[in-house]
């Protein structure tokens, strides 16, 4: 069972284009929202998060958009940069049906920005 | 900046061995969290630790698996009795909080290869 689905396993950009990941859940749940990045040989990286009671957050180049009505967010960087080439992983959360707040992830995808 | 720890990055082992996977997690956090990611597939969930006990596991955190808090700094993973299906990237992460309310920090992760 997928709760949390990164349908695009891979992304290709222009450098200064925007990128614009999707995520989608199942669970309505779910109440925290979080992005990660991950290098090769790395741990994930946060990035950003968001709670259920916003639509929008944002930091610096990274902004998170969260529909819940269509159990769906999204992350945009604006302007892509090739350092942001990784892979970037959905994750949710929550305190929801006894759960103590362990994340779940999507599967990744994997950004690739050109130069 | 603080950070997580794992040691060893990588660690081959025999099928039916045991295997200690160790890490330092951030010094103020409260809650531990041990996740894999086996090769291709998406981070899981294995186990949340607070308070000197478990306070949830996954499906896959069977009784081959065992986690520790001996002392005030580390954090241990065992796997008593190796199985190939165990190879994968192990990460640890920590949180001031839990999952549902705050970011986890991940370390590099402990690369298990089963032979």
């Known amino acids: 069972d997928q709760q949390v689905k990164q349908n695009s396993p891979s992304l290709s950009v222009q450098e200064g284009r925007i990128s614009i990941l999707n995520c989608d859940y199942t669970?309505?749940?779910?109440?925290?929202f979080l992005w990660y990045k991950k290098y090769p040989a790395e741990g994930p990286t946060f990035l950003i998060s968001i709670s259920s009671i916003k639509d929008k957050n944002e930091d610096g180049r990274f902004t998170v958009f969260l529909n819940k009505s269509a159990k769906h967010l999204s992350l945009h960087i604006v302007p892509s940069q090739p350092g942001d080439s990784a892979v970037y992983f959905c994750?949710?959360?929550?305190?929801?049906?006894?759960?103590?707040?362990?994340?779940?992830f999507g599967k990744g995808t994997k950004l690739s920005v050109k130069p | 900046e603080p950070e997580v720890t794992q040691t060893p990055s990588h660690q081959v082992t025999q099928m039916g061995q045991e295997v200690i996977l160790r890490c330092v997690p951030i010094s103020n956090h409260l809650y531990f969290y041990w996740y894999r990611q086996i090769l291709g597939q998406k981070v899981e969930f294995l186990v949340s630790?607070?308070?000197?006990?478990?306070?949830?596991k996954s499906e896959i955190f069977d009784d081959q698996f065992s986690v520790e808090r001996p002392d005030g700094s580390n954090f241990t993973l065992k796997i008593r009795s190796t199985k190939l299906e165990d190879s994968a990237m192990y990460f640890c992460?920590?949180?001031?909080?839990?999952?549902?309310?705050?970011?986890?920090?991940f370390g590099n992760g402990t690369r298990l290869t089963v032979t």
């Open positions: 992460a920590s949180g001031v909080l839990t999952g549902g309310n705050s970011p986890l920090h």
């Open positions: 630790f607070y308070n000197n006990e478990i306070s949830e």
């Open positions: 994750a949710v959360g929550g305190n929801y049906g006894g759960s103590q707040g362990n994340l779940i």
């Open positions: 669970n309505s749940m779910f109440d925290y």
